[in-house]
């Protein structure tokens, strides 16, 4: 089993910053990718930011410049640092991983429960 836990959302004012964390524990082996998806209510889900195990990075073009991602392989940790927080930046976060659980087989695609932030005044 594998479990991503997400922490760090919550209520912030415009312009405000957060850092969102999930760690990824369980049986495995080796992580490609992991990063942040977000929906908005009555929206799809979309891509936040995300990042390889080389440390590539892929953004959303409303986040780049403003929400770096970051990656601590060794404790298969990915963070969100959330700059210039907006009212449309409000949404529920979700962490997501593409991993091996073991040293064969396909890799697979594994979520967080999701953490609601909300950018309020």
């Known amino acids: 089993q594998v479990q991503l836990v997400e922490s760090g959302g919550g209520l912030v004012q415009p312009g405000g910053s957060l850092r969102l964390s999930c760690a990824a524990s369980g049986r495995i082996f080796s992580i490609n990718v992991m990063g942040w998806y977000r929906q908005a209510p009555g929206k799809q889900r979309e891509l936040v930011a995300k990042?390889?195990?080389?440390?590539?990075?892929n953004y959303a073009d409303s986040v780049k410049g403003r929400f770096p991602i970051f990656r601590d392989n060794a404790k298969n940790t990915v963070y969100l640092q959330m700059n210039s927080l907006k009212p449309e930046d409000t949404a529920v976060y979700y962490c997501y991983a593409n991993l091996y659980g073991s040293a064969w087989g396909r890799a697979g695609d594994y979520w967080g429960q999701g953490t609601q932030v909300t950018v309020s005044s």
């Open positions: 990042i390889t195990s080389g440390g590539s990075t």
